[in-house]
């Protein structure tokens, strides 16, 4: 409510396109940036809720960069050029009054300072000072006339997403689960602090089909909050760091018992299927059936 509230208050300010960020870009010209999103396989993510600020460097960005070319970078270096555009808020011309820091999709920061009527951001690229503030459904568009480059360029191994866009982008086996964490509203939970997440597939959530809670009865959010907690151990662990018999505590304080016999690894009753999958604030391990909580 609080986030449409704010659509509502913005676009009555600056005008409203009823587009997804990415969907502008694409119908705007933004050839270069729209080739990146694609290429890094991020589309479906900047198609959701948002809200989203990319600050996007034009074609000529990419030209005086002398960036004619995406097979220049590794696989990881483009997606950390191209998520060092995004954060995951909305910052607009008007509200920036003194220099600010704000932190990118990619988890490094940029500063924003206010400069000739439009921004400046890491003291080097210029928001346009026309034609800014583009507000679309799920958030802002900043054309800007340089390239921003990261801090760092990440290693192949270093994870750059947290675990609610891998669930995202990862949408093939994990729709239901993501469908639950909107449910419980616990978007911030997966994607702040340092969990293991038993991620139930599909076909998990296939197994309950129609015992579970209507999302629309009065207490499913607070049954969908537990389940997900008791998916959650906080910490980050490894498929090599889990140990038979070990005992993990849930984010609900419940006990999981792991179970670990060659090749094969069983948290409670139910069987991890794939692993180690990195993300910024933990690791990934799926499962093939839920862990339902014992609720009073």
Not at 111 to 135: A, C, K, M, R
């Amino acid at each position: 409510m609080r986030l449409i509230f704010l659509f509502v208050l913005i676009s009555s300010c600056f005008g409203f396109e009823d587009v997804s960020v990415v969907q502008y870009l694409r119908e705007n010209g933004f050839n270069n940036l729209t080739t990146a999103i694609d290429r890094i396989g991020i589309t479906y993510l900047l198609e959701t809720t948002g809200p989203y600020t990319i600050f996007a460097p034009t074609n000529e960005a990419f030209m005086r960069a002398g960036i004619y070319s995406f097979d220049i970078f590794t696989s990881e270096q483009l997606k950390a050029l191209t998520q060092y555009t995004i954060v995951q808020e909305f910052v607009l011309v008007p509200n920036v009054d003194s220099l600010i820091v704000k932190n990118t999709m990619l988890n490094q920061t940029i500063t924003v300072e206010p400069y000739q009527q439009t921004l400046l951001v890491n003291n080097i690229s210029q928001v346009h000072t026309t034609g800014n503030n583009i507000i679309v459904n799920n958030g802002v568009i900043q054309p800007t006339d340089t390239v921003l480059t990261p801090h760092f360029w990440p290693t192949e191994s270093r994870p750059i997403y947290n675990m609610h866009q891998l669930i995202l982008l990862n949408d093939d086996k994990y729709s239901d689960l993501a469908l639950t964490i909107v449910l419980a509203d616990m978007q911030n939970v997966f994607q702040t602090g340092e969990y293991t997440l038993f991620a139930p597939t599909d076909d998990a959530f296939f197994k309950h089909l129609g015992s579970l809670p209507d999302p629309a009865s009065p207490d499913s959010k607070s049954f969908y909050q537990e389940l997900l907690k008791n998916h959650l151990v906080p910490g980050e662990r490894l498929a090599s760091q889990l140990e038979n018999g070990d005992i993990l505590y849930t984010l609900r304080n419940t006990q999981l018992v792991v179970t670990k016999t060659t090749g094969v690894i069983q948290i409670d009753t139910v069987n991890v299927i794939d692993t180690d999958l990195l993300a910024t604030n933990g690791v990934i391990h799926s499962v093939d059936d839920l862990l339902i909580p014992n609720l009073p």
